[in-house]
């Protein structure tokens, strides 16, 4: 089976703008969970879609958003960039919500 | 609140010799418990779980972990280390009181530098 994939892998965006990101996982997978990942705050939880709902939800401002599509497919939408949203973004899919995640490879986005 | 504390951030070992990277967590329920490895601008790889049953799981690329109820650890072990081991290694907690929602509490990272 194909992997978790992601994209864009990589992206620059100047203060104020917005992004979206997307994530297709792995066939099958009904679960999709999203992550930041930064050198000071290390692995946070952003969300988790389960059969196109909003399932669980991080510590993060109203900027960050998420969907699912009926496919499975998931995209993040970040609004009104800061620096310091300058991160890793990952996702992850699961087969059954509480079984092992799988991670993707993760978007770079750099804002300046 | 789960949390998990990986108390090294970094630890060395010479090849050929075991490793152990500590993990210990806090959940308010019985636990998931998992490690992943994240090798440099890569995503995480999945190496093992802790569900239920056995204490000692044995995972991807000669990995193994003991869970410890009574010292709430759950610390990865590999008998022999190879050089290609080197990289960043995540213990994560799952509550599973929380049902089937799939929020991961990660650690800090440890990194691994095994050398010749």
């Known amino acids: 089976k194909a992997g978790v994939t992601q994209t864009p892998r990589y992206l620059i965006k100047t203060r104020g703008q917005q992004v979206t990101l997307s994530c297709s996982p792995i066939s099958g997978h009904r679960s999709v969970s999203w992550y930041q990942q930064t050198p000071g705050q290390g692995l946070q939880f952003l969300f988790e879609y389960f059969s196109e709902t909003q399932r669980n939800k991080g510590n993060f401002p109203g900027r960050f958003s998420g969907r699912q599509f009926s496919n499975s497919r998931s995209e993040m939408n970040v609004s009104t960039l800061e620096l310091g949203d300058s991160a890793l973004y990952l996702c992850?899919?699961?087969?059954?919500?509480?079984?092992?995640?799988?991670f993707g490879p993760g978007t770079r986005l750099t804002v300046t | 609140a789960q949390s998990v504390a990986q108390p090294e951030d970094q630890v060395n070992v010479a090849e050929g010799n075991p490793l152990t990277v500590k993990c210990t967590y806090s959940?308010?329920?019985?636990?998931?418990l998992f490690w992943y490895v994240q090798y440099p601008n890569r995503g995480l790889q999945f190496l093992l779980k802790?569900?239920?049953?056995?204490?000692l799981v044995k995972g991807s690329y000669g990995f193994e972990a003991e869970f410890n109820k009574s010292q709430t650890s759950f610390h990865l072990k590999k008998p022999s280390a190879l050089v290609s081991d080197s990289a960043l290694y995540f213990c994560?907690?799952?509550?599973?009181?929380?049902?089937?929602?799939?929020?991961?509490?990660f650690g800090t990272g440890t990194r691994l530098q095994v050398t010749l």
């Open positions: 994560a907690v799952r509550d599973n009181s929380s049902g089937t929602a799939s929020k991961l509490t």
């Open positions: 802790y569900i239920t049953g056995d204490n």
């Open positions: 959940v308010s329920g019985n636990p998931y």
């Open positions: 992850a899919s699961s087969a059954l919500g509480g079984g092992e995640q799988y």
